[in-house]
């Protein structure tokens, strides 16, 4: 596994982001939440420098309470939170600056546009300190660079879900905050419009090149959006790095299921190649065992794993494949075939069952159809390994 | 003898004086109730609604006891103006305000602790205080509230009889109220005049409250549906 993946035990210490331009984020705390019911800790150590970072996880995680604790809507039992050299909260010194003056622009989740208000009125709230004519000088350009501008005089509660997205952005923005935190402001918009309120918000941020902290818990903005993700997970930061590194090979249990293996196995190592950069995993399958070459990761042989493999990664061959470099090739039978939408599940029978996504295409010109013999192909590093949780 | 005109104009001016005065100590009085995180707060909740349940007999009574020369109150009160609180307009403006403080009070918290708080967290991080969150967010969403404490306090301060009675006593163009009026012809058998003024405070009351329903069709909506 590759070395920027940070196991569990050590992100307590911020990981080292050179930093650009501005000032970053930089925050240490715990604070005890009881949501729906139960009670879990956030305890939260972090790092966020200039672009944007993704804040992903589930829902519960307590992501919109580390966001309110950074805006000092919220106060954490203990730590410290300071962007740069300006420190909001200590709980040590016993410094906590009110929320109105961290300089930190919020865009929430349900936005809490003001309903009694104008667009233009929103948006000119936070600049009450500056005299009439450059708050209209500047309440115009940001209505402009988000497009906006020919709806300044309606009300808040007339305009559309992009429109309402757009000016709780530029409310947030048009203060020149230090730092902005965005939970999941995108949530409810289609594709499109989500697209374009991205891109002007990184045009925005070209310019401004401030620490974005953005919660979502969709893959795909965290792919759209992210430079770096924060992974959270019952209150913890359980993995963080590139999208690429977190999204595409998580060490944990608990981010597989949160971007979702089809096909997760118990696996023990059986033998470790370091020369070749392998290792053979025996998984236990009603038929019997299945030898898998894996990537090689830390522990030797008899080590507890889990596999987890995407069924868009596995190659489906109706005769036996020669050639090829993947050094899985699988005997099985299709179980089943079921369309969803544009692709086609396929659960193939093979010593364990796999699920296996298809497009209508290829079921239509391999001419698969439940009880036909194929072969499985999958390369190493398509078996994605992760501790197993003990407890 | 007609309708006693004096005594409809003082009780208008008495009326009108308390939920003016209510508006301006209420309103502090609702924040606190409304956004205190102080555990014994139900306390102060508690005492604000006594006058709700007590007979106005009781608090007349009180409240003629603190005017009174044997208070402290009463005493540097008469040491500041040389008269008495007690049997005065301004004695029973102040009884008046205790016995309407609930019907001010109430419809005001539940109004500001219906305002969202998300919209009051969005004016924090926009770099409001917390005035400017209240005058500009607040108050603002809370006029369907601020109407109704208004209006009740109105209304209640013009039916009110005990604690006029105990406080003010019945001096013409003084402390004489229309309750009063109506009371003392029944008294003196003057059903004719006692039917003639309960008419018109009844029809004054009713025309009153329709404006302010009529114009405020959302006063009883205190917790806005989200």
Redesign the interface.
Known sequence: MSSTRVPAQEVDSPPSVPATGSASLRGQFRKQIVAQGQEFVLEVAFEVSSGFTILFGPSGAGKTTLLDCI???TKPDSGTISIGERVLFDSSRSVDV?????????V?Q?L?L???MTVEQNVA??L??LPHAERTRRTGLILDTFRIGHLARRNAREISGGERQRTALA??LV?DPEVLLLDEPLAALDAAAKARIIDDLREWNRAHQIPNLYVTHSREEVFALGERVLVLDAGRIVAQGTPHEVMAAPQQETVAQLVGFENAFDAVVEAVRPERGTMMCRVEGDGGPLALETPLVRGGVGTLLRVGIRAGDILLATSPPVGLSARNVIPGRIKSLEQRDVIVSARVKCRVEMEVHLTLAARDSLQLEAGKEVWLVIKTHSCHLMQRSTD | MAVDWQTFWLTLQLAATVSALLLLFGLPIAYWIAFSRWRWKFLVEAVVALPIVLPPTVLGFYVLVALGPRSPLGRWWTGLTGHTLAFTFTGLVIGSILYSLPFAVQPFAASFAGVDRKLIAASATLGASQLRTFLRVIAPLSIPGLVTGAALSFAHTMGEFGVVLMVGGNIPGVTRTVSIDIYDRVQATDYAGANQTAMVLLVLCFVLLTLVYGLNRKAWMIHPVK
């Open positions: 805006a000092g809507l009110a929320s109105s003056k961290r300089r930190a622009g919020y929430f349900d809490a003001f309903p009694h709230y936070g009450q300190h409310r947030a203060t």
